[in-house]
């Protein structure tokens, strides 16, 4: 069976403030797919990033990073100084081809930042 | 270019009734997806369209729900006899029909009370 876990439920961190978000995955699966997806206040889910199981490089984009290592089957997601905007429900989403295409949601991390 | 659209945003209905929801993926979207969200969760996979066909239901789709997709372009999600547990925001997902896999990219949502 497949499973994603998301253990902080919440975290409340002051601007500037640099913060990582857990995610930790299940699945006996080789070939997967990884997925981060944040969801503001107005509530639609948005994109960040996809990773494949063969791709264990870690990514950059701007104040995110992403941690992938498949030994602890992690995949974390890090903001480098925090910003008000940031505040969101952080979900992290695993796809395996043999549950076909649909993700698989963790319960989510709510992100607080304040000014 | 529009994103995903769904209508309505929200549904208000009384036990028993019956409701339906829309949605409109991304132009030249082959795939769409319905999951379902309740409060402190992440969404739960529904059912999946590759173009006009049905590939995949989860459990979670009982009897009373019914997905269609007749011309491979817009979804409408009907449930029938509806249920207090029912409630919950139902959110309709598209991705590109290239590959496996890709970033799903999520609409609105259509939130639905069942008084």
């Known amino acids: 069976a497949q499973k994603v876990t998301q253990a902080q439920t919440e975290i409340s961190v002051v601007e500037k403030e640099d913060v990582t978000l857990d995610c930790v995955y299940e699945?006996?699966?080789?070939?997967?797919?990884l997925f981060w997806y944040k969801q503001p206040p107005s509530g639609e889910l948005v994109f960040l990033i996809r990773?494949?199981?063969?791709?264990?490089q870690n990514e950059i984009s701007g104040r995110y990073s992403w941690n992938f290592q498949k030994s602890t089957s992690s995949f974390n997601f890090t903001i480098t100084a925090s910003q008000v905007v940031d505040s969101a429900v952080y979900f992290c989403a695993l796809s395996v081809n043999q549950a076909g295409t649909a993700l698989i949601f963790g319960k989510g991390t709510t992100l607080s930042v304040s000014s | 270019d529009t994103g995903v659209s769904q209508d309505p945003r929200h549904k208000i209905t009384k036990r028993g009734q019956n409701v339906t929801f829309r949605c409109d993926p991304i132009?030249?979207?082959?795939?769409l997806y319905w999951y379902r969200q309740t409060l402190g969760q992440g969404p739960e996979f529904l059912t999946y369209f590759q173009n006009e066909a049905q590939l995949e239901k989860s459990r979670l789709l009982s009897d009373r729900f019914s997905a269609e997709r007749p011309k491979g372009s817009f979804s409408t999600l009907e449930i029938q006899r509806t249920e207090q547990g029912d409630s919950a925001m139902y959110l309709c997902?598209?991705?590109?029909?290239?590959?496996?896999?890709?970033?799903?990219?999520f609409g609105p949502g259509t939130r639905l009370t069942v008084l």
């Open positions: 990773r494949n199981s063969f791709d264990e």
């Open positions: 997902a598209s991705s590109p029909g290239q590959g496996v896999n890709n970033e799903q990219f």
């Open positions: 699945t006996r699966d080789t070939t997967y797919y």
């Open positions: 132009s030249e979207h082959n795939r």
